[in-house]
């Protein structure tokens, strides 16, 4: 039977084209296909291991960092099997020498194991989920100790493997990679690989959220909070020029570079559809005097967050397994709450999925209206089917949100009448016709 073209079938097909993406309910399933019993049973698994140390044994098929990471890539092998092959699988690795630093005890392989799920539009578009492959005892050079790394960061990649495992059963239009890296513990070697490797291939990078410890609720400092989780991002890339350093000054923008960008959007999309959750937006790189796999990937210019838990337990960080003056150290299994890394690697899967959905950041956004009472803002309108539209997005400068947003349709340019340019910053988004929204670009350039 030839299916007739009734107008009341058009206008259905109308309104399925402009929905919110709050009316997909595929976030939603995301958020309860993720299990806190599967992250459970990983990150087990990876403490089995003995110590996970980057310099520890590779020949082993049950202790050392080569059993670990062997068992890794056989879990995404596993996945893409079941996607019929969704994604692609491999080592990328690079040789480090004791004169690369002063943690690395001998040379080693850093091996990182890489799954990509291409997208399907934009290929060469990618976001990024991290956790880590290595563990450490007290001393980072003791590659024989037992370092059970259970939150530091067992938590992250158990997280990372059960994002793949969730998201492998859909559809982006943008690739997903889900990663774990090593020689963390040693100066951050493997992110800095992959980072290297992903210019090197031209990687058009979304941004790179690095889950490091995600699964300790119960704080050094006496607070125990199942709730809060804290998103690290820098205010501008350490690659901006000189030039646009000086430009700030008169532009703004000092707190609006793209991993900031990136962190409220995290923050924005918990908000929404985890509403139990409580995201805290960090303003600064990382902890205090402290590290993450997501810096080498900005000091390449690329967007990149740390997002972990909120209360940390330094007794069960980099500690050997002890017990002094009745104090128990160590990172073990009992200190992980895998309820928490649940909910943590919920925000990651909505994240990953709303971004990898999205169509891309608008490009070339320039902002104008200087002494006049509106705002005016332009970009170059995308030739990308999908996009439904543009909305723009605006806050009061001391606002760590984007407050106020006003959707302006298939456009390349607006006029925000009564809207005056001194008193917000302004960004614009594109939306798809599927309701998803791309980051927001902060304005680069006036007219
Ligand atoms: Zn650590």
Redesign the pocket.
């Known amino acids: 039977m030839k299916m007739k073209f009734t107008p009341l079938f058009f206008i259905a097909f109308l309104f399925s084209l402009n929905i919110s993406a709050q009316e997909n309910t595929e976030l939603y399933d995301i958020i309860d296909e993720v299990s806190s019993e599967r992250i459970e049973k990983d990150i087990t698994k990876l403490v089995s291991f003995g110590t996970r140390n980057t310099f520890s044994d590779t020949t082993s098929t049950t202790r050392g960092i080569g059993a670990a990471r062997r068992w890794i890539k056989a879990e995404f092998d596993n996945i893409s099997n079941n996607c019929k092959n969704c994604l692609e699988v491999f080592y990328q690795k690079e040789i480090v020498t004791p004169e690369d630093g002063s943690r690395i005890p001998h040379k080693a392989a850093v091996v990182n194991v890489v799954a990509i799920q291409r997208g399907t539009k934009n290929p060469d578009h990618y976001v990024i989920m991290s956790g880590?492959i290595d563990?450490?005892a007290s001393s980072a050079t003791d590659f024989t100790t037992d370092a059970p790394?259970a939150n530091?960061?067992a938590s992250g990649m158990a997280g990372t493997i059960e994002a793949a495992r969730v998201l492998s059963n859909y559809k982006f239009e943008n690739s997903i990679v889900y990663v774990g890296l090593s020689g963390?513990?040693q100066g951050l070697f493997g992110g800095k690989g992959l980072a290297e490797y992903a210019k090197k291939n031209n990687w058009n990078i979304i941004g790179v959220l690095n889950n490091?410890?995600i699964g300790n609720i119960d704080g050094v400092d006496g607070v125990i909070d199942n709730r809060s989780f804290r998103i690290f991002s820098e205010p501008v890339p350490p690659t901006e020029t000189e030039r646009e350093r000086k430009m700030r000054r008169y532009y703004g923008g000092e707190v609006d570079g793209i991993s900031r960008q990136l962190a409220r959007y995290i923050h924005k999309t918990t908000k929404e559809y985890l509403p139990e959750m409580n995201p805290m937006l960090i303003y600064r790189l990382d902890r205090f005097s402290r590290g993450g796999h997501h810096k080498p990937f900005n000091d390449l210019g690329f967007a990149g967050v740390r997002i972990m838990e909120a209360h940390e337990n330094y007794n069960r960080?980099?500690q050997d397994i002890r017990t002094e003056n009745g104090i128990e150290y160590g990172d073990v299994l009992e200190g992980v709450n895998f309820k928490y890394a649940e909910k943590l690697t919920e925000v990651n899967a909505i994240n990953l999925a709303s971004l990898a959905w999205a169509p891309l950041a608008p490009e070339e956004v320039a902002i104008g209206g200087v002494v006049e009472p509106s705002t005016k803002l332009k970009w170059i309108k995308s030739n990308n089917p999908n996009i439904k539209g543009y909305k723009i997005y605006w806050r009061d400068t001391t606002s760590p949100t984007w407050d106020y947003s006003r959707y302006v349709g298939d456009v390349s340019e607006v006029n925000l009448e009564g809207i005056v340019i001194d008193n917000y910053y302004f960004g614009v988004v594109a939306v798809g016709k599927n309701g998803f929204e791309s980051l927001v670009s902060f304005p680069k350039s006036v007219f």
Do not use: W
């Open positions: 880590d563990s450490r790394g530091d960061n963390e513990e490091d410890m960080q980099h």
